[in-house]
């Protein structure tokens, strides 16, 4: 019991507000990708799922939205965090998610077996959020696209090393793809299916 | 074609200043309360929490407080404060068989287990008006009877127990449950989303189309199997305790209408059924309900779809009667822009018809 | 019909629960006045409103549909020693639902349950059963008695 407890402390402390908070942060970071943004409130997820994945998980996920974690997140504190504050079931099967959550370090399925949505509501695809060591610091990668003027860089440490690859297939599909969220700690930034990453020749 | 015309804030701001002064009426009356009005008119109460899909009669009743006794005003109003909650889930099914009954009866058996049970009806009242209630009527407190009630038995588990019923309707094992306020109509619609638009459908709308399967226009052969009305726990899966709560009880009402019978050459005859299931107490409601369920099952039965009842995309699509407010009052909101051009095209077209009478040579395209 | 029908019986709690969604707020009031020492908690869920989804079954016994939604408040607090009450009832009143989440959590301290019992389940129990009793005496008043007529035949 007291473990279970210990799953439903830590949501956001003024949940109006706050949620509030977090969507503008990642409103403007989804219109302009790449830029890094900061989630602010107090909030404590169970390890391993980060505070700004947590933040996005508050803010985003409930009744309505299938969320598929990865076997890390699903064995711990996390599966009774996400019922408890948002009331979202859990699926095990990507393709009915809305969201997907994965710790830093986690094996990463390949993009296709999520749902990229239809061509009628391809709003109907997976949000990736994907947990990363840093957003700076690593290889760097040029993002150009929609909501960017020229060229952003951006240097996450810890990419799941067939991002790159899987991401071009993705670009293919458009209006239909995935979405990706990438999250270090408080920090955040976002990849819209519209975004398209270079890597830099070092 | 819509324009942005800018304008008449002031006319708009007295207009409702007129309305909520023509809305409270004389001062001099004292206001209703919205206990009264849950108390004292509360079918009207039921009948804004069925259609506006909400159950709550506190909130129904300041619906029907605010728009003034507008039925459909107090349904748009009600509506439109659910879209401003959060879901926290859904209800486990709530089982009628269980209800706490207020009323029961049969149309099919006269002695059944539980009994004939009338309850709060207007049935056998002889529609007098009755000036008593003029004044502030003293009423008698109901009758007692000590011996109780009896279990109250299913009228289709009757039947059901000879297979002379079709089952209570089953989706195929994988169907989820559709949700119309989360996603598009398509047609054709599975049976649980079709009860799901009736359930929130316009009483006189789904009364007139039972009324003409009556008639003649597309027959169902219809006998109420039962109709019952009382209370049912609505019962919820909290996250983090593995039983489900029960958040207390709400009023519906029932109506198992017993259908004209089927049978083929694998399978005996046996009777089909239509089902109606409403919010609070809704007689005429849930039989409306039952009669066109039954008749928008005609596909499935193999047989021809000849009548507006049976016809899927007519009734569903156009049950809804704040969508169907919403369509035909916005033709009152200015649509100047539009009927300029059409004016426009009237005058050209009578000029050219004019200017031909006057013997203008006819256009050879013409 | 009696509501012990189709309790599952294995956690006592949902008996607490049950009842604490019925008890109005006035009761959940006076017996807070009973409670003492009064013990201190803190919030797991702010107290709010929202709806739940509540379902049928085609037919009465068949596969569920939506029928439409209702009125939910709840809340979740946590007492200073650690255990944990959740609060839910139909309607919008959030206060009553934080004070059946501050009494669910009370009635799992042994020391408490004597008082909560005392004060508020039992007779809510009561006062539950009473008016169940009522309605159906009510409503058996109005049930027929059919009298069968001698007929001509035999």
């Known amino acids: 019991m007291q473990s279970k407890n210990q799953s439903l402390a830590g949501g956001f402390p003024d949940a109006v507000l706050n949620s509030q908070s977090v969507f503008r942060t990642l409103m ?73 959550f994965l710790e830093a370090g986690a094996a990463m399925p390949p993009f296709s077996l999520f749902s990229a949505g239809s061509q009628d509501y391809p709003d109907r695809s997976t949000t990736l959020v994907i947990e990363v060591i840093s957003l700076d610091g690593g290889p760097s990668l040029n993002l150009t696209g929609p909501g960017i003027r020229d060229i952003t860089t951006i240097g996450p440490v810890g990419l799941p090393d067939p991002f790159l690859h899987q991401w071009i297939g993705n670009r293919a599909l458009f209006p239909r793809g995935i979405d990706v969220v990438l999250t270090a700690g408080r920090a955040l930034l976002c990849l819209p299916r519209t975004t398209k990453i270079t890597a830099v020749e070092a | 074609m819509y324009v942005a015309v800018k304008g008449g804030e002031t006319a708009i701001a007295n207009a409702h200043r007129l309305l909520a002064d023509r809305r409270r009426g004389d001062r001099s009356v004292p206001s209703l309360t919205i206990e009264q009005l849950i108390q004292q008119l509360g079918l009207a109460v039921d009948r804004v929490m069925a259609e506006a899909s909400l159950y709550d009669t506190s909130l129904a009743a300041l619906a029907v407080k605010q728009a003034r006794g507008d039925m ?67 009423v008698e ?58 359930a929130r459908g316009d009483e006189g709308f789904l009364l007139a189309l039972g009324y003409s399967t009556q008639r003649g226009y597309g027959r169902t052969h219809p006998f109420v199997g039962e109709i019952r009305m009382g209370l049912v726990e609505v ?100 649509h100047y822009v539009d009927f300029q051009a059409e004016l426009d095209l009237v005058r050209r077209m009578r000029a050219k018809q004019a200017g031909r009478a006057q013997g203008e040579p006819r256009e050879a395209a013409e | 019909m009696n509501p012990a029908d189709h309790a599952p019986a294995a956690d006592p709690r949902k008996r607490v629960m049950d009842l604490l969604a019925r008890c109005s707020r006035g009761q959940l009031e006076a017996a807070w006045a009973q409670v003492e020492p009064k013990p201190a908690f803190a919030r797991l869920r702010e107290p709010e409103t929202g709806l739940v989804m509540v379902r049928g079954r085609i037919g009465g016994g068949g596969s569920p549909f939506n029928l439409g939604e209702a009125t939910v408040s709840r809340a979740t607090i946590q007492l200073t020693e650690g255990t944990v009450g959740h609060g839910y009832r139909l309607g919008t009143d959030k206060t009553a639902a934080e004070w059946s989440a501050v009494f669910a959590a009370l009635w799992q301290l042994p020391a408490m349950q004597d008082v ?3 004060t508020l389940l039992l007779p809510a129990e009561e006062q539950r059963a009473e008016e169940a009793a009522q309605l159906a005496r009510e409503t058996a008043a109005t049930k027929v008695d059919f009298f069968t007529m001698v007929r001509g035949e035999d």
Request: with cysteine; hydrophobic share 40%.
């Open chain 2, 72 to 138: 459909i005003e107090a349904i748009f109003l009600l509506r439109a404060y659910r879209t401003t909650l959060p879901r926290f889930g859904t209800s486990l099914p709530i089982e009628t068989g269980r209800m706490r009954v207020e009323r029961r009866v049969s149309a099919t058996y006269k002695d059944l287990p539980g009994g004939q049970l009338l309850g709060p009806t207007f049935d056998y009242t002889h529609r007098l008006l009755d000036p008593t209630l003029l004044g502030d009527d003293i």
């Open chain 3, 116 to 118: 909560v019992e005392r």
């Open chain 1, 28 to 100: 403007d970071c989804m219109a302009r990708p790449g830029t890094v943004g900061t989630v602010s409130p107090g909030i404590a997820p169970p390890a391993p799922l980060g505070i700004a994945a947590g933040a996005v998980m508050l803010t985003l996920c409930d009744n309505d939205t299938p969320v598929w974690l990865s076997p890390e997140l699903t064995k711990s504190g996390t599966t009774a965090w996400l019922s408890f504050h948002c009331g979202a079931p859990l699926t095990r099967e990507k393709t009915e998610a809305r969201f997907a």
């Open chain 2, 235 to 334: 019962e919820f899966e909290v996250p983090g305790l593995d039983f489900a709560v029960s958040l207390g009880e709400i009023r519906v009402t029932e109506c198992q209408m017993v259908n004209q019978f089927k049978g083929s050459a694998k399978a005996p005859p046996q009777f089909t059924r239509g089902y109606g299931l409403v919010f609070g107490q809704s007689e005429r409601k849930a039989m409306s309900m039952s009669l066109v369920d039954r008749a928008l099952r005609t596909e499935e039965f193999g047989e021809d779809v000849i009548a507006p009842a049976q016809d899927e995309e007519f009734v569903i699509s156009h049950c809804d009667n704040v969508q169907a407010t919403g369509f035909v009052e916005h033709l009152k909101l200015p």
């Open chain 2, 141 to 198: 407190q109901p009758a007692n009877r000590e011996d109780g009630l009896e279990a109250v038995m299913r009228v289709s588990d009757i039947l059901g127990g000879e297979g002379l019923i079709e089952p209570d309707g089953n989706m195929p094992d994988d169907h989820v449950a559709g949700d119309l306020t989360r996603e598009p109509m398509e047609f054709p619609m599975p049976r649980d989303l079709r009860l799901q638009a009736l």
